[in-house]
């Protein structure tokens, strides 16, 4: 590296093998999932944590002559820890110290290196401006890298689309090391990395998003609704009308069991969390005219800012603006996550079905989290870019199951029980394809061969993350990575790999 950089001098502060006693710190700094970071885990032979973009070149240089894959790592997010494992010889390529972010007010525009997360991204957006903001994640510790590339939604998924469709502009690393724009890549490879994954074709390095427009006092609300509150025909009813909502709002469902307050037995609980982008006085009678069964009170709710909502939304105090800087999760946990979408609304048995699973005792922790589309994700074509989820979906589900146990026996039996439950969800979600979001990865659906790429393997989960638009992403992939280069479990194949 040190040959191929033009900076030789810095090249032994980015650089950590084993043998670095600051190895280990930075490998598992980023990690969020336990499952991941075990001793039988396979390790980097390098991790590299540039700090200027002209150094990727080299990183990608000396992988290619040392027949070592790459693992490009934003935030560490990755569901199935493919940012930071490989079965094959890997580096990773750690974006932790590209997170520079700049905002511009006038045009609405920023940039936005990929190291950064959307936390930071908030913050720096709130700094500059009070009624801008982005559309994109909840999570604040998640990377704008890998989030971007594979859609990234979030409470403004109804009114902007996703973050996705708010890019206007990239650099990124090719195969060669090239440092490529949205001129120099073309159409066709600006359009693949927006929605069909990054790390199939070259490591993302900044995006240029489109900031939009937010009034400065939205409302939020939570409202919890358990089965002897009739949470199974609210959330049924929800089915029916959260997609037609005026979209300025949003009307998410959790569901988890809890202990019920009145006699701790143990019950299901749906709560009902949104985002109005405008006041309670406007939202109350819009609520009572499309969704009365939700009971939804004006003590219900709460009228803040843009950025204090990103910040109740994640779960923390709104006065803590301060927490979206800090890129450190603090409940790293087992979990095993999977994804559905939804087309016609699930009968109230149906619904009763899920709930007797939750009552098993794997299901302590377990979750679903129920997304509406319609508004913007209805009127943007399905082939717009590689992100094909779009009208005909009335919402995506995110199902999640977490443990704390250690043992392989225990992990296996949690990921049993949500693979039970996505065994049960087949007659009740999309089909042909049982369609997937790619950034909630899951290798169950599919995944290419150590170190190869066969077409016809990988069609099977290409076609559920990307519908009709994989066999465009598999001809840019052959165009642009010609060698197979950037491969991972669930990259995209080349044409002509049979």
Same mark, same amino acid.
């Given at each position: ?10 090249? *032994? ?7 670095? @006693? ?14 991941? @970071?075990?001793? +039988? =885990? ?6 590299? +944590? ?11 240089? $000396?992988?290619? /002559? ?18 930071? +494992? ?30 950064? +997360? ?12 009070? =009624? ?6 909840? $999570? ?60 199939? &074709? ?23 609704? =358990? ?33 019920? *307050?009145?006699?701790?037995? !143990? =019950? ?21 005219? *499309? ?7 004006? /003590?219900? $709710? ?5 950025? /204090? ?10 006065? *803590? !603006? ?163 280069? &950037? ?12």
């Amino acid at each position: 590296m040190s040959l191929r950089s033009d900076n030789n001098a810095s090249i *032994s502060n980015i650089i950590y093998t084993p043998n670095n @006693p600051s190895y280990l710190s930075i490998l598992n700094f980023s990690i969020k999932n336990l499952r991941f @970071p075990s001793d +039988t =885990t396979p390790k980097p032979l390098v991790i590299v +944590t540039p700090t200027l973009e002209s150094q990727i070149r080299s990183v990608v240089y $000396c992988a290619r /002559e040392n027949g070592l894959q790459i693992r490009v790592r934003s935030g560490g997010h990755d569901d199935e820890g493919l940012s930071y +494992t490989s079965e094959v010889p890997f580096v990773i390529l750690d974006l932790i110290n590209l997170r520079q972010i700049s905002v511009d007010v006038e045009n609405k525009t920023a940039w936005v290196q990929a190291g950064s +997360t959307i936390g930071e991204l908030y913050y720096r957006i709130a700094e500059n401006s009070q =009624t801008l903001g982005f559309p994109a994640g909840v $999570c604040p510790t998640v990377g704008v890298g890998g989030h971007f590339s594979g859609g990234g939604y979030g409470p403004l998924l109804r009114k902007y689309g996703l973050a996705a469709d708010n890019i206007i502009d990239a650099r990124m690393a090719d195969v060669n090391g090239r440092i490529l724009d949205r001129n120099s890549m073309g159409e066709d490879l600006f359009w693949a990395i927006r929605g069909g994954g990054g790390a199939s &074709f070259g490591v993302i390095l900044a995006w240029k998003i489109q900031l939009v427009d937010v009034p400065e006092k939205v409302t939020v609300f939570s409202i919890n609704r =358990t089965l002897d509150q009739n949470a199974t025909n609210i959330v049924h009813r929800w089915q029916y009308v959260a997609h037609k909502f005026d979209k300025d709002l949003l009307v998410m469902i959790h569901i988890q069991r809890v202990n019920s *307050s009145q006699d701790g037995e !143990r =019950t299901i609980q749906a709560t009902f969390n949104s985002l109005f982008l405008g006041g309670v006085d406007t939202l109350l009678p819009l609520m009572q005219r *499309s969704f009365p069964e939700l009971g939804l009170q004006r /003590e219900d $709710c709460t009228e803040m800012s843009w950025i /204090e909502s990103v910040l109740y939304w994640a779960g923390f105090p709104i006065e *803590s !603006r301060d927490v979206l800087l800090n890129r450190t999760q603090p409940n790293v946990r087992y979990f095993k996550a999977k994804s559905d979408y939804v087309q016609i609304p699930i009968s109230k048995n149906g619904l009763e079905g899920i709930w007797k699973l939750f009552f098993e005792d794997e299901a302590e922790e377990a979750e679903m989290f129920l997304s509406p589309y319609g508004g913007r994700m209805h009127e943007i074509s399905e082939s717009a870019i590689p992100f094909p989820h779009r009208a005909g979906n009335l919402y995506e589900i995110l199902h999640n199951v977490f443990w704390d146990e250690e043992e392989v026996e225990a992990s296996q039996n949690y990921i049993n029980w949500i693979r039970k439950l996505y065994s049960y969800m087949t007659p009740y979600v999309s089909r042909f394809p049982r369609a997937a979001y790619l950034n909630y990865r899951d290798l169950d659906i599919g995944v290419n061969d150590k170190g190869n790429t066969s077409y016809a393997k990988a069609s099977i989960w290409g076609i559920k993350y990307f519908k009709n638009n994989f066999n465009r992403l598999v001809q840019v992939k052959t165009e642009v990575d010609p060698s197979n280069f &950037f491969w991972n479990e669930q990259s995209i194949p080349l044409l002509y790999s049979w």
